[in-house]
């Protein structure tokens, strides 16, 4: 792992992405309203997978960029790439607004900017052989003669851990691994400055995981390159990087030092995450979900917070005098209520199971009584509407977007329970999970 200087290679500014929903892709997500996800504040047919965010990377540093499948990293990659244009946003490189380049200087500077994506087998023509594969850039870029081009890509199969002669060999003749690395040589033919690893070893065994970590770190350090690594496996991201940018739902949720983010995580979301990490059992091959509740729909995200929808420490709202515990309590009974995860046979057994006791604000006691009322007469949408209504959508949580904010460039959280604002709040419980 390298020490980054403060000398941003990469500055990205309000970056955005929409897609039209009818443009293919799309799928997987409830599209229908349910009380999780209302009050809708978009245009239905937007889907909102990257919006408005920001972040620098050092010249010489790894910033992992870590979320659940379908949070937008994957676009933000081809963004930052020119793969896909921005919906708004600028891309700087070495100070340059990529946006403003001529077709030309953008073609030069693209040799700058590598990827390097999961699946090793894709990018890869079973038809060419693997020195054709490595000098293939090169030879787009006009970089050096025939033999200068053949004695590059040996030495770039040294350096990335494979031998020279597999030069005249075909890639179906190596491992997942073995053209993971041929991949990095091809990618590191063009000498490039920034290389994004888009997820570049889930598709590998464990042990040889590890092996090409190690490896990226080694050629980080030899030619002095500057990576994004993506990825949903906090172990790995861990092992890599030097900052973390946690995302979430299309928005940055916390930017740190690796270490500062794994000791000290400070948003809900990445101490959610962290409490998640699974303990690798080789039984389980399945992806599996990390939190509580589904990720609300990038086409109609929550108002507010997107995360607040399924945050353990959603604040109470500022114009109810409720006890710390006794907001833990509501928000443990509207939880249960939303998921419908238990039996309501009747009112004071309802009670019992979520409340110590009546609530001391009088509205507050009303409406939990109503809505228990509700779900035994088997009225759970109401139910969960009406404590939507009254609670979670009062908090300043659903109201107010937190920006990406902190001490430094370095740690920034974007949380109301971290964040000064205007208005006070005078309940802010749930800091805790
Ligand atoms: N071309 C497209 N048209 C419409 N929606 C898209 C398109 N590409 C991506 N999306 C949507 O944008 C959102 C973000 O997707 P993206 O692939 O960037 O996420 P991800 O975090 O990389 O997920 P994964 O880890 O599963 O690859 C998702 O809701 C996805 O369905």
Request: with cysteine; net charge negative.
């Amino acid at each position: 792992m390298s020490s980054p200087s403060a000398d941003p290679l990469v500055r990205v500014s309000g970056l955005t992405k929409h897609f039209d929903s009818s443009s293919g892709l799309f799928g997987g997500y409830e599209l229908s309203p349910n009380g999780l996800n209302f009050p809708f504040t978009y245009d239905p047919d937007v889907v909102r997978a990257v919006d408005d965010v920001s972040f620098e990377i050092q010249r010489g540093e790894t910033l992992g960029l870590v979320g659940e499948s379908g949070c937008g990293k994957s676009t933000l990659a081809r963004v930052l790439l020119q793969l896909l244009d921005p919906t708004d946003g600028d891309i700087y490189f070495e100070d340059e607004n990529l946006a403003e380049l001529s077709k030309e200087a953008l073609r030069k500077r693209r040799k700058d900017i590598q990827i390097i994506f999961q699946d090793p087998q894709s990018s890869l023509d079973p038809r060419m052989k693997v020195g054709a594969i490595i000098e293939e850039p090169m030879r787009a870029h006009g970089m050096l003669d025939a033999a200068g081009r053949e004695e590059r890509a040996r030495e770039l199969l040294e350096s990335v851990g494979l031998e020279s002669q597999y030069y005249d060999r075909h890639p179906h003749e190596f491992s997942g691994g073995q053209r993971q690395r041929i991949n990095l040589a091809r990618a590191l033919s063009v000498d490039p400055e920034f290389v994004v690893l888009d997820e570049p070893t889930s598709a590998l065994d464990v042990s040889i995981q590890a092996q090409i970590l190690n490896t990226l770190q080694e050629l980080q350090e030899e030619f002095g390159l500057t990576y994004l690594f993506i990825s949903h496996d906090l172990s790995v991201i861990r092992h890599i990087s030097d900052r973390v940018a946690v995302m979430y739902l299309g928005e940055l949720a916390e930017v740190a030092p690796v270490e500062e983010l794994f000791e000290d995580p400070k948003h809900p979301y990445t101490r959610a995450l962290l409490a998640s990490i699974p303990i690798p059992d080789p039984r389980s091959r399945g992806k599996r979900s990390v939190l509580e509740g589904d990720v609300p729909s990038p086409i109609n995200p929550p108002s507010g917070c997107r995360f607040r929808t399924r945050c353990p420490a959603l604040i109470a709202p500022a114009e109810y005098d409720l006890a710390e515990a006794e907001w833990e309590d509501v928000r443990a009974l509207m939880r249960a209520v939303t998921r419908r995860s238990f039996d309501a046979d009747d009112a004071g057994s309802v009670r019992s199971r979520f409340l110590d006791g009546r609530l001391s604000d009088a509205h507050c006691e009303d409406v939990v009584q109503e809505a228990i009322e509700h779900v035994v007469a088997d009225r759970w949408e109401r139910a969960t509407e009406l404590l939507q209504t009254e609670f979670a959508e009062r908090s300043i949580c659903a109201r107010s977007d937190p920006p990406l904010a902190g001490d430094s460039e370095t740690r920034r959280v974007a949380c109301h329970l971290h964040t000064e604002t205007s208005e006070p709040e005078t309940n802010r419980t749930g800091g805790t999970m």
